[in-house]
């Protein structure tokens, strides 16, 4: 692919995007959101249109949208579509809440960033019409377990390549797929947590609680706009495969942050006035490891003490919890570990840019790395392209 177009080259969104789109009239010219998906995302100016056939492309993270100053570039917005379900009353309403809605939604609503707003959030989910509210934390818990499991075949065996790569970021697996083909065995295998979430509240939830899966309307609510894409993956169906129903797919719709933000405002539900409220029982409780999730360097840290745990038995000491070489905002950390026995150079990501670079320089430079995550927004989810427009802007 040939290098680094002119930020002035225009390129369109695709009108079939699953992401976002774009209001042409409103435009402004600016080349924000060419400058993110240059420098922070390594995607625009590494290919021209003549090579793509015209087509613009787009690993779905929408920090386009996020740094848009008019709103040309927007989400598309499906809570029109989560409003007729749960008008169907033919229709079962669950929404499983990611971990970094709770602490972005209040910005939305003039709090504090940051503020911890999870039992209002709950609230105003079923003040909408919500039938169930469940917690992504509960399959974020399933995805460690996976991801830990996995690393320990991995390292112990020698039978699959390393390093292993995290794959719950859509974003950061599209960019994989585009870019780096021949790395794809060295992502893990595990679905993201909602592409866990989804299967499990058609089978395991739906048997517990007695419903009927075809009535299910399974909607996630994420900081991300690349979930609307993933979900919209050929293997987000395992659902099929449990009930042989033609067409059933694992997790229906995708909100944002700031699509329940505009949903509650369109509704004149006053947030502050709401009492707080808890998760549906089952798959509203989940252990810690889910909630770090929403940061940089929480899945690296919570699968590495959860493989810790498995390789020796005993709980993870203290040097894994808070795991401070990896935590922070430089877009590539590293560290040398010791989980059991094992001595496990591991690194840390965030923004696909900074991706490419780390790839690069393994490419080259010979270092054995055991364990990369690489989450494609600034800072990880918490960055997230469909949250509150000002969160972390100046991550990097
Ligand atoms: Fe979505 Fe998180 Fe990846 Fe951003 S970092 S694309 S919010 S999964």
Not at 65 to 85: G, K, L, M, T
Request: charged residues 20%; proline residues 6%.
């Amino acid at each position: 692919m040939s290098k680094h177009l002119p930020l002035s080259v225009r390129v369109p969104i695709e009108p079939d995007n699953p992401s976002i789109l774009r209001v042409e009239e409103k435009c402004i010219r600016c080349g924000m959101c060419k400058q993110v998906c240059t420098e922070r995302m390594g995607v625009h100016g590494t290919y021209t249109l003549a090579e793509t056939g015209d087509q613009a492309i787009c690993i779905h993270c929408g920090q386009c949208a996020n740094v848009c100053p008019p709103d040309s570039i927007i989400e598309r917005d499906a809570h029109h579509a989560v409003q007729e379900a749960i008008a169907d009353p033919d229709k079962i309403v669950i929404v499983s809440t990611s971990p970094s809605v709770r602490v972005a939604l209040g910005e939305a609503f003039g709090l504090e960033p940051g503020t911890f707003v999870e039992g209002k959030m709950v609230a105003l989910l079923r003040a909408l019409g919500v039938d169930y509210v469940l917690d992504t934390n509960f399959a974020a818990d399933l995805t460690i377990v996976e991801e830990a499991s996995e690393l320990i075949e991995r390292v112990t065996s020698g039978n699959a390549p390393l390093p292993q790569f995290t794959s719950c970021c859509p974003g950061w697996v599209k960019f994989a797929e585009l870019y780096y083909p021949e790395l794809l065995p060295n992502l893990s295998t595990a679905k993201s947590p909602i592409g866990m979430q989804g299967p499990t509240i058609k089978t395991y939830f739906a048997k517990q609680k007695n419903l009927d899966p075809r009535k299910i309307v399974n909607v996630a609510l994420t900081p991300c706009t690349a979930k609307k894409f993933e979900i919209e993956r050929e293997e987000m169906c395992a659902s099929v495969d449990y009930h042989g129903i033609p067409g059933m797919r694992d997790m229906d719709l995708v909100i944002t942050t700031r699509e329940l933000a505009r949903w509650a405002k369109e509704a004149g539900i006053d947030f502050h006035s709401l009492p707080d409220a808890s998760y549906d029982d089952i798959m509203g409780r989940a252990s810690g490891a889910g909630v770090i999730f929403g940061n940089t360097g929480g899945v690296m840290e919570a699968a590495l003490r959860t493989a810790y745990e498995y390789l020796t038995g005993t709980p993870a000491p203290e040097a894994l919890y808070d795991l401070q070489p990896v935590r922070g905002y430089d877009g590539i950390r590293e560290a040398t570990l010791h989980v059991g026995e094992h001595e496990l150079n591991v690194a840390v990501v965030y923004g696909t840019a900074n991706a490419r670079t780390l790839i690069e320089r393994v490419k080259n430079g010979g270092k054995q790395y055991h364990f990369i995550e690489v989450m494609a927004c600034p800072g990880g989810c918490i960055g997230g392209g469909g949250q509150p427009k000002d969160l972390l802007k100046d991550a990097d």
